[in-house]
């Protein structure tokens, strides 16, 4: 069955400075999809970045880019030059068993420090 | 462009009642849909999904039960809430294109507090 691990439960970063938030995932699938969400305190879930695993290059999206190691199962995310408004809840997910089914992490708690 | 509905945003509601949530979509044909809880300081949990009208799927037996009387509508609903029926409600939408996972989009969300 298919698993998605966030090690880091917090994280404090300086404004301005870059972040990695951590992700490594299980399948034994070949295809499969990697999402990141955001959830800040309003509660609203918003999607970030998708990296497919057949996809050869990195996702960016503006300040968000997806450091993709397909041998590691890894899939981090990355935001260059913090914002005030970068803290929130952050969520990996990838591809379940179905089309419709998402595995969601834990998730991050990254709070950006003025 | 796409957008989706929820409301209630915040409901308080005693021990037994009943309830109702309510989802629509509006900017797309045909979208899968999906019911999520969150616990506290926890990941989303996947409850219902519908691929179509009067389609349901259960994904956690519960006290819970869903309905779309309509192709861009979704209601999550109760007869008798339980104090563990406590959570936000999120609502989710998204449109398969040749059978892969497409981005589920979500809404903004529905706190219940059963007392």
């Known amino acids: 069955a298919q698993k998605i691990t966030q090690t880091q439960p917090g994280m404090f970063v300086q404004e301005k400075e870059a972040v990695t938030l951590d992700c490594t995932y299980d399948?034994?699938?070949?295809?499969?999809?990697l999402f990141w969400y955001k959830q800040p305190s309003s509660g609203e879930m918003i999607f970030l970045i998708y990296q497919g695993s057949y996809d050869e290059q990195n996702a960016t999206e503006g300040r968000y880019s997806l450091n993709f190691q397909k041998a590691r199962k890894s899939a981090n995310l990355v935001i260059s030059a913090s914002q005030l408004g970068d803290s929130a809840m952050y969520f990996c997910?990838?591809?379940?068993?179905?089309?419709?089914?998402?595995?969601w992490g834990a998730g991050t708690k990254l709070i950006i420090k003025p | 462009s796409q957008t989706i509905h929820q409301w209630p945003a915040t409901l308080v509601q005693p021990v037994g009642s009943p309830l109702s949530l309510e989802c629509t979509v509006e900017?797309?044909?045909?979208?899968?849909l999906y019911w999520y809880r969150q616990a506290a300081g926890r990941g989303l949990q996947l409850l219902f999904y519908?691929?179509?009208?009067?389609?349901i799927s259960s994904e956690v037996p519960q006290n819970l039960s869903a309905s779309r009387p309509q192709d861009r509508q979704f209601i999550l609903s109760s007869k008798k809430l339980l104090l563990s029926d406590s959570g936000f409600y999120l609502c989710?939408?998204?449109?398969?294109?040749?059978?892969?996972?497409?981005?589920?989009?979500f809404g903004p969300g529905t706190r219940l507090l059963v007392l």
């Open positions: 989710a939408w998204s449109v398969l294109n040749g059978g892969i996972q497409e981005t589920q989009y």
């Open positions: 997910a990838m591809t379940g068993d179905s089309n419709y089914q998402l595995i």
């Open positions: 399948t034994s699938d070949q295809s499969y999809g």
């Open positions: 900017g797309t044909s045909n979208p899968n």
């Open positions: 519908s691929v179509g009208i009067g389609q």
